[in-house]
């Protein structure tokens, strides 16, 4: 059985690349076009994979020219893909992605066959989802259905809650491990974010009824609290020049699983440290799933912290 399962989409990113990226209406002439396996699901599926995680992914694709594309990339980089359904008369999910030479993003996605992962499915994953130490959603499918997930999920339930939305109190008393970026932070909890309130933040997020909370900050790492020790914390994160920013928070998100699993008696500070190298090293190259660093041990260093 897998340690890690992840619910969640999958999607084909037709990405652009130009100096900037475009005002509304503006027609720019960009340098480079790329096509490549990304959805945020799959993207933390494989960043814990290629960091030896032994993973499973629980999702929807579509019966066009991607669908078995996608279910073979899968396979490449070992995740187990016996809960992976190729649905009839749906389109895989696509993101359409603009990245600027700042590393900066603008993503529109089409979930297509995303949509249809359902209730169904979750029953019939059920014995995966029970078992899995680790289970990690999103918020790129139909909410309801990684609702009965983490209903049914017995070990460390993580979401990430993202693409932001703020309509998701119902399951947040499910999460163990509650992970946002700034945006979505500010839209969950009616507040712009700033280091000044990030304390009342993080405790306003823990009030929801999750039993931990992650925000993270990008160049400035990620600030941490837990019900259990109360006390807020600051990881930092190495400052590198960025290519590409696409899925780095899903890089953190599967590196954060592989190192739950693997470092079970470690500090939290070191944990999250570790995860912030792995996004850290994603954002030095172009795309999301190939910029994702293959077996990496990120625990070979001490990660700084400070408490807040
Ligand atoms: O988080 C990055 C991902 O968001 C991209 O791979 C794209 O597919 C969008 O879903
Ligand atoms: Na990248």
Redesign the pocket.
């Known amino acids: 059985m897998s340690k890690i399962v992840v619910i969640g989409?999958c999607?084909v990113?037709f990405t652009t690349y130009a100096p900037r990226l475009p005002k509304p209406g503006e027609t720019l002439i960009g340098n480079k076009f790329t096509t490549s396996y990304?959805?945020?699901g799959a993207?933390q599926c494989v960043a814990a994979a290629k960091l030896g995680g032994k993973t499973s992914m629980i999702c929807r694709l579509g019966n066009d020219q991607w669908g078995d594309k996608y279910r073979d990339n899968l396979e490449q980089v070992g995740v187990d893909t016996t809960h992976v359904k190729i649905t009839p008369n749906v389109t895989t999910g696509i993101?359409q992605?603009s990245v600027a030479e700042s590393g900066e993003n603008q993503?529109v996605?089409v979930p297509g066959a995303n949509n249809c992962l359902s209730k169904e499915d979750v029953k019939n994953s059920a014995d995966l989802i029970t078992n899995a130490e680790v289970l990690i959603g999103q918020l790129?499918t139909p909410f309801e259905t990684t609702l009965e997930a983490f209903k049914l999920g017995k070990g460390i339930k993580l979401l990430n809650a993202a693409p932001a939305r703020s309509d998701i109190t119902e399951i947040l008393p499910y999460c163990s491990i509650l992970c946002v970026n700034e945006p979505e932070a500010s839209l969950l909890t009616n507040t712009e974010f700033d280091f000044k309130n990030a304390v009342a933040i993080l405790k306003q997020l823990l009030d929801t009824g999750c039993e931990s909370v992650i925000i993270t900050l990008g160049p400035e790492g990620a600030v941490y609290m837990s019900k259990i020790d109360q006390q807020p914390i600051h990881v930092f994160s190495e400052r590198v020049n960025a290519i590409d920013t696409?899925?780095a928070?899903?890089a953190f998100v599967g590196a954060l699983a592989t190192y739950l699993v693997t470092y079970k008696d470690k500090p939290m500070h070191q944990i999250i440290g570790a995860a912030c190298q792995v996004a850290t090293m994603s954002v030095t190259k172009e795309g999301?799933q190939t910029s994702y660093p293959r077996k990496f041990d990120a625990f070979k260093k001490d990660y700084k912290y400070a408490l807040l």
């Open positions: 989409s999607g990113d990304g959805g945020k993207n993101a992605i993503i996605i790129e696409t899925g928070g899903d999301t």
